[in-house]
């Protein structure tokens, strides 16, 4: 008598089709479809014969080309972006050949260009740039050290998260410069007031960050950690943070951020003393020298330095985590 167990048994035809049947499912748009489908329906006939094969293996080498193709340098992301400045410029230049203002109120592209050629041959735009830049970088370090341990201290305590949490939130929201004038009271014009504007404009933005990516993370990895037997603390470094990556991110580029426009309000207000000659303080003797020209060629060294930041740092660093992750599929980075 027949077992009602046993599946009934399928033609090697339907299961070979059965096994190759999830390659249906890839996007169907473009010429990299028609190829999938030439290979899909090389593994999917009965027979196996020579031409068969000869098309599985061309159409095998045309995906490969096609991800080799994929992996070039994309020469849009880099003429797209000049284009743009050049545009903006012309039409900087065209405002200016109207008229409407003053030439030493709104100078042109070539008169902020001889400014430029002028701070570099005193020395001073090279002090300028170096001085906020190291300045930046350190105090964004800094605060990394301190926020990170925080932030996952935070995340992983419920009372102490329901106790400081609004507070970092504040703080976050706190405008950085009203720090300054309480900063120059305690340090006196030193580097040490422009270090405290930076880290408390810093370190709420990255613990708030960081916080967020712990919430995203799935309860499975918490749920796998506690049965492979991990402490707290390898859960929160081996487990927690890697997982929180994406988020932990975000919250280092809004630091850096907050970072960067906190060092200039200290810069700009905080002048004299032991304090060195930052791209603040060239704004701010622009400003004092009524001297439209060393003013826009501060504001275009702080908008550069800005830009190249993220640019080299932080757009290769998210990019390889969302393609490592598979999270870049469809979008227009």
């Given at each position: 008598m027949p077992s009602n167990s046993s599946p009934v048994a399928e033609s090697p035809e339907a299961t070979e089709t059965a096994l190759v049947e999830p390659v249906e499912t890839q996007d169907s748009s473009g010429?990299?479809?028609?190829?999938?489908?030439?290979?899909?329906?090389?593994?999917?006939?009965?027979?196996?014969?020579?031409?068969?094969?000869?098309?599985?293996?061309?159409?095998?080498?045309?995906?490969?080309?096609?991800?080799?193709?994929?992996?070039?340098?994309?020469w849009s992301r880099i003429l797209l972006p000049v284009a743009a400045v050049v545009v903006l410029i012309?039409?900087?230049?065209?405002?200016?050949?109207?008229?409407?203002?003053?030439?030493?109120?709104?100078?042109?592209?070539?008169?902020?260009?001889?400014?430029?050629?002028?701070?570099?041959?005193?020395?001073?735009?090279?002090?300028?740039?170096?001085?906020?830049?190291?300045?930046?970088?350190?105090?964004?370090?800094?605060?990394?050290?301190?926020?990170?341990?925080?932030?996952?201290?935070?995340?992983?305590?419920?009372?102490?998260?329901?106790?400081?949490?609004?507070?970092?939130?504040?703080?976050?929201v706190l405008p950085s410069v009203a720090w300054v004038p309480a900063a120059i009271i305690w340090f006196g014009l030193t580097d040490a007031t422009v270090y405290f504007v930076v880290f408390m404009g810093a370190i709420p933005s990255i613990i708030n960050g960081l916080i967020s990516g712990v919430d995203q993370i799935p309860p499975q990895y918490r749920s796998v950690g506690t049965v492979l037997g991990a402490s707290r603390l390898q859960m929160a470094v081996q487990i927690i943070l890697p997982a929180a990556l994406p988020g932990y991110l975000s919250g280092l580029k809004q630091g850096w951020a907050f970072s960067w426009r906190s060092l200039m309000a200290a810069e700009i207000i905080a002048v004299g003393g032991t304090i060195g000659f930052g791209l603040g303080s060239m704004l701010n003797q622009g400003r004092d020298l009524a001297d439209m020209t060393i003013v826009m060629s501060a504001i275009l060294l702080i908008l550069a330095v800005g830009i190249l930041i993220e640019l080299l740092v932080f757009a290769p660093i998210e990019k390889r985590l969302l393609q490592r992750r598979g999270l870049l599929s469809g979008s227009t980075r």
């Open positions: 010429p990299s479809s028609s190829k999938g489908e030439k290979v899909h329906a090389a593994l999917t006939r009965s027979s196996t014969g020579s031409a068969d094969l000869r098309e599985l293996e061309s159409g095998l080498d045309s995906l490969q080309s096609d991800a080799v193709r994929k992996a070039r340098v994309d012309i039409i900087w230049q065209f405002y200016v050949s109207l008229g409407l203002k003053r030439r030493d109120q709104v100078p042109g592209p070539m008169d902020v260009l001889e400014q430029f050629g002028t701070l570099l041959a005193e020395g001073s735009l090279q002090e300028a740039v170096w001085t906020s830049l190291q300045r930046g970088l350190l105090g964004f370090l800094i605060s990394v050290a301190i926020a990170t341990p925080v932030g996952l201290l935070l995340a992983q305590v419920a009372p102490l998260r329901r106790a400081f949490g609004p507070l970092i939130s504040g703080l976050q």
